[in-house]
């Protein structure tokens, strides 16, 4: 297998399944599903679509003895791994790759759509997530821990990014309490 950003990355989450049942090693599986998502497949269906359609270049760097995933092993493995570990190894990929590191960096809570739940009396799911406005895509982005704001996930954002040089902007919401 070729080493990539990717693997480079992702190689030190923690696999959730029983290694004795194990078909395809858990970087397949992310790398596969990263790339499908940014080529903008939506469901565990249309990511093992795309696996079928380009395993001939995905061979090139992953080892797929095995062939594509299942969309139900994908499913199965994407929902099942460690929330806060893959968000610290997105956010170092996405920080790796970004070509300019020291340029605006928007940080903005957003409530996540369809999340909330008045049955059983869930709050909606909400984010803060830091824009990079010269690369044009998401830096990195931490849930907001319940009855709190977006002022104490703010900190634990910035804490993850390496972006040293950067000028950070936010909303006045982003502000209160911050030191001036």
Known sequence: MKETTITQAFNQLTDPRNSA??????INILS???????SGCNNFNEIEEYGKSK?????????????????????????????????????????????N?????????KVMRRT?????????????RAWSVENNFCLGQVK?????NEITAIPILLE???IKGATITTDAMGCHGMPV
């Open 21 to 26: 049942s194990v078909r395809h090693p858990l």
């Open 32 to 38: 596969i599903a990263i790339c499908a998502i940014i």
């Open 55 to 99: 395993i001939k270049w995905l061979r090139k760097f992953l080892d797929l003895k095995n062939g594509i995933p299942s969309h139900d092993t994908f499913n199965d493995v994407l929902n099942r791994l460690n929330p806060i570990e893959f968000n610290s190894a997105f956010t170092k990929w996405v920080t790796e790759i970004s070509e």
């Open 144 to 148: 907001v821990a319940d009855k709190s």
């Open 160 to 162: 993850l990014l390496d």
């Open 101 to 109: 590191k020291e340029g605006v960096i928007a940080l903005d809570g």
């Open 116 to 128: 909330l739940d008045k049955v059983s009396g869930m709050p909606a799911a909400h984010l803060v």
